[in-house]
């Protein structure tokens, strides 16, 4: 196993999860259906995700792509989107490292999962990367 | 879990025989999922749905965590549409499948594909 699959793998969730969330507004404007995905507090579920960094990070970064490609004449147009890009993957990469708290804490709400269950979760999730580090320490 | 009609009395027959008092066939599906199956229908033939087609890709190709993924994708894909059905009863909406039965499937199957890509191994690309 290598750390870069750890890495693709939180963003291929991201690329799936935000697919299905464009979808699900899609859904919801055209055939105007009441949403329900609200958690305990009753926040909306769908913002959450969407807001987790590392898929706001994508988001960001895209978006600045896209406003490079019709070039207005103007070169802070250029640089500002540059430097949106760049808060993008700034935004990715400490997404990548909250990322198992941000989406554990988010599908718990939204099923209403104790939170002993959660803290069971995330202490695997510690155990299996404390692992993984002395593996990688131990080959060296 | 309550499950569907637990105690049989007058009004719980009374929803029963109205079920199909309607024209409308998806006014009909959506009566069957909530008096019959207390709206776990749609549901559990989702899973169903994914449970074949699961052993339909796995016995071509024997990749387990491959093969449950995109079966899940797919069924994802219908677990949205089937969402984006919504019958007014009574003067209230319902839907085929809640918000968190419809989520299910697309998180479990986000999950199935982080952990595909994290046990992937270093030589297969």
């Known amino acids: 196993m290598e750390w870069s699959h750890i ?97 554990l804490g988010i599908i718990t709400g939204f099923y209403y999962i104790p939170p002993l269950i959660t803290a069971g979760i995330s202490l695997i999730f510690i155990i299996y990367i404390a692992f993984k580090l002395l593996e990688d320490y131990r080959r060296k | 879990m309550p499950f569907g009609i637990q105690n049989v009395t007058a009004p719980s027959l009374d929803e029963l025989i109205n079920i199909s008092n309607s024209t409308d066939i998806t006014v009909i599906m959506s009566n069957v999922n909530h008096e019959v199956y207390g709206g776990y229908l749609y549901f559990t033939l989702l899973i169903v749905a994914w449970i074949i087609l699961f052993y339909a890709a796995n016995s071509r190709n024997n990749q387990v965590l491959q093969n449950l993924f995109f079966s899940g994708f797919a069924v994802s894909v219908v677990s949205l549409m089937l969402r984006a059905i919504e019958v007014i009863n009574n003067g209230v909406a319902v839907g085929f499948l809640t918000d968190k039965q419809m989520w299910t499937f697309p998180l479990v199957t986000a999950l199935l594909g982080l952990v595909l890509w994290m046990t992937k191994r270093a030589d297969s690309g």
């Open chain 1, 7 to 103: 890495v693709a793998s939180f963003v291929v969730f991201s690329v799936i999860v935000g697919l299905f969330g464009v979808a699900y507004d899609g859904f919801q404007e055209e055939y105007g259906f009441v949403p329900q995905a609200t958690n305990a507090e009753g926040d909306n579920v769908m913002q959450e995700l969407a807001d987790i960094n590392i898929i706001s990070g994508i988001n960001d970064s895209l978006t600045a792509i896209y406003k490079i490609n019709p070039p207005t004449g103007s070169q802070f147009d250029i640089l500002g989107a540059l430097a949106s890009a760049g808060l993008g993957i700034l935004k990715i990469v400490t997404g990548i490292i909250s990322f198992p708290i941000e989406i």
